[in-house]
């Protein structure tokens, strides 16, 4: 049973950092290129990060370029989303995707609000 379960949400303050951490199961991880996506209240979901198999090559939204880090460990099953310089229009559910699967994890919230 394919699984992806999100985790490190939460309330940070403008100008902090979160790390997410999207620990998979289910499938042959190391594989997969695996992506972050975001959806904030009342608008659609759109891609943040994405990261390939080997984890050498990754892309970036411009809007999160410079800010956000996306890293992966094969050995633990599990990709990152290391989140600086936080900002309020940052605020939004983030979900982990297996792109070629289309496997999707439940989300984590990020609220950025002083």
């Known amino acids: 049973q394919v699984q992806l379960v999100e985790s490190g949400g939460g309330l940070v303050q403008p100008g902090g950092s979160l790390r997410l951490s999207c620990t998979a199961s289910?499938?042959?991880?190391?594989?997969?290129?695996m992506s972050w996506y975001r959806q904030a209240p009342g608008k659609e979901r759109w891609l943040v990060a994405t990261?390939?198999?080997?984890?050498?090559?990754?892309n970036y939204a411009a809007s999160v370029k410079g800010r956000f880090t996306i890293s992966r460990d094969n050995a633990k099953n599990t990709v990152y989303l290391q989140m600086n310089s936080l900002k309020p229009e940052d605020t939004a559910v983030y979900y982990c995707?297996?792109?070629?699967?289309?496997?999707w994890g439940k989300g984590t919230l990020v609220t950025v609000s002083s």
């Open positions: 995707k297996a792109v070629a699967g289309d496997y």
């Open positions: 289910g499938f042959t991880f190391s594989k997969y290129v």
């Open positions: 990261i390939a198999p080997a984890g050498v090559t990754t």
